[in-house]
């Protein structure tokens, strides 16, 4: 696969110059900006896989940047520095930048920083994707276990029996458990008022 890059650098010359080398390298570079204002607007419209920025320094319009970029567009961000201070670093990981190089940035070496941008970008989204689906588990025994103790008060029921009922609504109306457990807390709220 074809990596599309986005170079984000005020500096021209070297934007070129990166641009030439990862265009070596078999990537295609689909643009090349000045500044991260509207990042996103330009991620959606190049369809750029990875970003590359090399500034000065990650200010906090940088790092804000790439936070929103993060939460609306996902995109392996490489953000090369030629100097830094306490806590930028620790700030631009926070944002969800995939690698954050310090001292500039070096035509030859841009395309491994990407590699391992990528990887790391890959690595991070997965664990987020299943965190995310821990939690929607647990969210769904938690909705369970409320409905069972509901029928165990109001019908004077085993958990077992709790359960079964339960289940055996779920598969009368094709629905999922935790979804039928959801109806039977609502209309207990419902019978309340």
Do not use: W
């Not at 991260?36 to 319009?61: E, M, Q, T």
């Not at 994707?129 to 769904?140: D, Y």
């Not at 103790?149 to 019908?155: A, D, E, F, S």
């Amino acid at each position: 696969m074809t990596l599309r890059v986005l170079i984000v650098d005020a500096n021209l010359e070297r934007a070129e110059a990166v641009a030439s080398g990862l265009t070596a390298d078999g990537c295609l570079v689909v643009g090349t900006v000045p500044d991260h204002a509207d990042i996103i607007a330009l991620v959606r419209s190049s369809g750029a896989d990875v970003i590359v920025c090399d500034l000065d320094h990650a200010s906090r319009d940088a790092i804000d940047a790439m936070r929103a970029l993060h939460q609306d567009e996902p995109r392996p961000v490489v953000m090369f520095v030629d100097r830094t201070d306490p806590g930028s670093t620790e700030a631009a990981m926070a944002a969800g930048v995939a690698a954050y190089v310090v001292e500039g940035l070096h035509p030859g070496r841009v395309r491994a920083v990407i590699d391992v941008a990528v990887a790391r970008f890959t690595a991070h989204q997965a664990l987020r994707a299943e965190l995310a689906e821990v939690r929607s588990a647990l969210n769904e025994r938690k909705l369970v276990e409320r409905a069972k103790g509901l029928l165990m008060q109001t019908r004077r029921m085993t958990e077992e029996d709790a359960y079964r009922a339960l289940r055996r609504l779920a598969m009368d109306q094709g629905k999922r458990l935790a979804d039928v457990a959801e109806s039977v807390i609502a209309m207990e709220k419902l019978l309340k008022l």
